[in-house]
């Protein structure tokens, strides 16, 4: 992994169009005086504006130089570009770069902001948050932390700053992102399917890195609520019992009494109540969370066996105050990680070690509601205008109030497979699938497979979408398992099949991927498309109970 000179970076960002020269001068960060307070961008605009690449680019430049001779200095490098080119900027605090991170033993923590590029408070925040890693103020962190921070992870969509961009979001009035990337995808839909730059990047980081925890950092704009702030763990049924548990019943429970009383800060569970702006309701009332599938940054970490925590701030609080909310909430979480960073390792370990052969796992799942209802704190907001369009903002009321009702926070499998020791793909789209497995990380081998019993699914039907989602029609094979006796006598000339063992590691992740019923993997995504899975037939995916060669 790279290192580049301060500089280096800095020129980055004039790739893709970004224009650095004369930032300093016209509201840059950098600044030729060292003992002048470090600023960002929205911090020297009163809010008004939030920061671009080339000013996230001379902040963390000079955030580096100044800190090169101190214990808590912060290393910038990049983890991968973008669409249109423009280099991902990392700060790696703890340890001297990223790829020495892992050596050191320590409680890794990844903190990623902007991945919604009109989301920008998590941005703003995860650079104070830095400036005061590399200040000294959270030195206690050191012998147990290593963070990094990726705090403009779409950065392409970061650069398209309208006033038009997130309808109704109070600021910041100066504009800001749009919420895909330069392909027009939804970055935060992309973590198993990884059909953009941003994402393989991103992806590839968390496989070299293996963070223990990673935040998102994200801004809701949903129901009038009396919350700060949201969050969520790990939605998916099939997430280690270890990681699981460790979020509902410790941290997160933890984090929201902390921020309670040390700011008034009131914090829960994302949700949403169906029909809050007047839609047609499509549910019961009650508070609904969003979806389990691991093309969420967060359900996918879970199914690493590592913690994902989701934060979203709220969009019709001012600018000023979602920022110092999501930064109060990563600094709760980053200490928590430092006051129980063995416990957290030791978690991961047992998650790597909680293997899921012959077990059931969930491949979808539907809500399921807490065993009883809660108090749920919801608000209210006044209309106001834009100061330069005149286009309708929404800005909270200073009002809590409470409503108790259903949470359905949780989710439970809707369909289970029996997890098998090995899954077996054959024919022209292995490559394809290979390419995948590589970048996840995912051990694999290739090899013949012969006289060796297993099963293969054999399809009823096939449905295709009829509108793409994230630039692909989605597909969804129905049928059965049955049993392909092991053959006998020697072998005919055949290529070599994937085999890919589901007891390792990423064995959950493996089946999220590979069964066929999955509701996000190879078959969902078309990686191996509807041509290979015709009715009456059996598709190009086998699985082996046993193993092969056992």
């Known amino acids: ?39 960002t961008r929205a911090e020297q605009a009163d809010y008004r504006e939030t920061s671009t690449y080339a000013d996230v680019a001379a902040f963390l430049g000079e955030l580096e130089e100044r800190g090169a001779d101190r214990r808590g200095g912060v290393a910038v490098s990049t983890f991968g570009e973008t669409v249109e080119g423009r ?42 948050v830095l400036r005061d890693l590399a200040a000294g103020r959270h030195d206690d962190w050191a012998d147990s932390l290593v963070v990094a921070v990726a705090p403009l992870y779409n950065a392409d969509g970061n650069e398209r700053i309208a ?44 496989r070299d890195l293996d963070p223990h925890v990673v935040l998102d950092l994200h801004t809701t704009n949903g129901t009038l609520m009396g919350y700060d702030l949201t969050y969520a763990p790990p939605l998916s049924p099939a997430t280690p019992p270890a990681v699981d548990r460790e979020l509902w019943e410790r941290w997160l429970p933890a984090v929201t009494a902390a921020l309670r009383a ?3 800060l009131a914090t829960y569970h994302y949700g949403n109540v ?91 799942a539907t809500f399921a509601a807490l065993p009883e209802p809660v108090e749920v704190l ?31 926070v949780r989710f439970a499998a809707s369909e289970t497979t029996t997890a098998p020791a090995v899954y077996v793909v054959t024919g022209e789209h292995k490559d394809a699938v290979v390419r995948l497995l590589d970048a996840h990380g995912i051990a694999y081998r290739e090899e013949y497979v012969w006289g060796v019993a297993r099963e293969a699914f054999r399809v009823d039907s096939v449905a295709v979408a009829e509108r793409p989602s994230q630039g692909v029609q989605m597909q969804e094979v129905w049928g059965q ?18 085999v890919v063992p589901v007891d390792q590691p990423l064995g959950r992740l493996v089946v999220a991927l590979l069964d066929p019923r999955s509701d996000d993997g ?12 015709r009715p009456g037939q059996t598709g190009p995916i086998q699985r082996v109970p046993g193993g092969v060669g056992e």
């Open 1 to 39: 992994m790279t290192h580049p000179a301060p500089l280096l970076f800095v020129l980055a960002a004039l790739v893709g169009g970004a224009v650095l020269a004369g930032c300093a001068a016209a509201g840059g960060a950098a600044t030729a005086d060292a003992t002048a307070p470090l600023t």
């Open 87 to 128: 280099a991902l900027p990392l700060a790696v605090w703890g340890a001297p770069s990223a790829a020495a991170a892992r050596a050191t033993g320590k409680t890794r923590v990844l903190v990623v902001a902007d991945i919604h590029g009109g989301e920008v408070a998590g941005k703003e925040a995860a650079l104070a």
């Open 163 to 206: 006033h038009d961009n997130r309808p109704l979001q109070l600021g910041p009035v100066g504009g800001m992102g749009e919420r895909t990337n330069a392909q027009g995808l939804d970055l935060n839909r992309d973590f198993t399917k990884l059909a953009s730059p941003e994402a393989r990047a991103l992806v590839g980081l968390i």
């Open 262 to 264: 040390r700011y008034d």
């Open 274 to 364: 169906p029909g809050a702006f007047g839609e047609a309701a499509t549910a019961p009332r009650g508070w609904y969370s969003f979806s389990p599938q691991p093309r969420f940054s967060t359900n996918y970490v879970g199914l690493r066996g590592r913690f994902g925590i989701l934060a979203e701030a709220y969009s019709y609080a001012p600018f000023a105050e979602r920022v110092a909310a999501s930064k109060r909430f990563v600094e709760e979480v980053l200490d928590y990680a430092s006051r129980h960073a063995s416990r957290i390792r030791a978690l991961a370990d047992e998650a790597d070690r909680d293997r899921v052969v012959g077990e059931e796992v969930a491949v979808r």
């Open 378 to 408: 919801l608000g209210e907001a006044d209309t106001v205008s834009h100061p330069v369009t005149g286009a309708p903002m929404l800005r909270r009321r200073d009002v809590r109030r409470p409503e108790t009702m259903p949470a359905f």
């Open 481 to 498: 398992w049955e049993p392909v006796p092991a053959e006998t006598g020697s072998p005919p000339r055949l290529a070599p099949s994937l």
């Open 522 to 533: 190879v078959v969902a995504w078309g990686v191996v498309p509807a041509v290979a899975w």
